[in-house]
């Protein structure tokens, strides 16, 4: 299984260091091209190389962050999909000032699905922040938890082993492509529901 990462900013280094640790091989692309990146490959070590966002996108999971309003732009002439996990590690807000987006009532794992026809899009990685996500998932003696979501059932078991791989622990909010707001929120209600039966 081939893993590319598009987008070398926060989340997108985050990711590739976790891999990195974990003796897993990637490439990771930017827009600015495989030369920028020469001296975060050089710190990440052997498993991570820099290559285009082509070369990133031909991998059998293809792992994006970028800043919601270059989407379009980092997704754009790239090669065919053809049924490849496409990662949706984005949220729907622009930094600095870290404003909603207006999605018209959708979510967004739908937008970003409609940028990559062919592909399976499974939303995950996009509720930690970076000094979280590139940390140790065992540290202090537990796991670090991450939710996925997405409509394809054989796409989200690849990506819930690949977050095992890297140490973490995978939960799946079944419903199809929620936002991270909406992951959390319910995840919450089902641990206090689960907490009120336990203590009848």
């Given amino acids: 299984m081939s893993i590319g990462i598009i987008g070398s900013g926060a989340i997108g280094t ?22 920028s990146l020469k001296e975060l490959v050089r710190e990440l070590g052997p498993s ?5 966002r082509e070369e990133a996108a031909r991998a059998d999971i293809v792992f994006v962050a970028v800043n919601w309003t270059k989407l379009p732009a980092a997704l754009t002439g790239l090669p065919e ?10 949220n729907p807000i622009e930094a600095p000032l870290f404003k909603p987006v ?3 009532g959708r979510v967004s794992s739908e937008v970003v699905a409609d ?5 399976r899009v499974v939303k995950a990685f996009n509720h930690l ?3 979280v996500l590139a940390g140790d998932p065992r540290s202090d003696g537990g796991q670090r938890v991450l939710f996925y979501s997405g409509n394809d059932s054989a796409a989200k078991a690849e990506v819930a082993a690949l977050i095992a791989q890297r140490g973490g622990l995978a939960i799946d909010c079944a419903e199809p492509a ?16 689960s907490k009120r039966t336990m203590r009848r």
Avoid: C, M, Q
């Fill in 14 to 35: 985050a990711f590739a260091r976790t891999l990195a640790r974990a003796g897993v091989e990637a490439t990771i692309s930017n827009s600015r091209g495989p030369e």
């Fill in 81 to 90: 999909w053809s049924g490849r996990i496409l990662i949706d590690a984005n």
């Fill in 115 to 119: 940028l990559v026809p062919g592909a």
């Fill in 48 to 52: 991570i190389k820099a290559g285009t």
């Fill in 178 to 193: 929620l936002d991270y707001v909406e992951h959390v929120t319910k995840t919450h209600r089902k641990l206090a529901n």
């Fill in 129 to 131: 922040r970076a000094e």
């Fill in 102 to 104: 207006d999605l018209k």
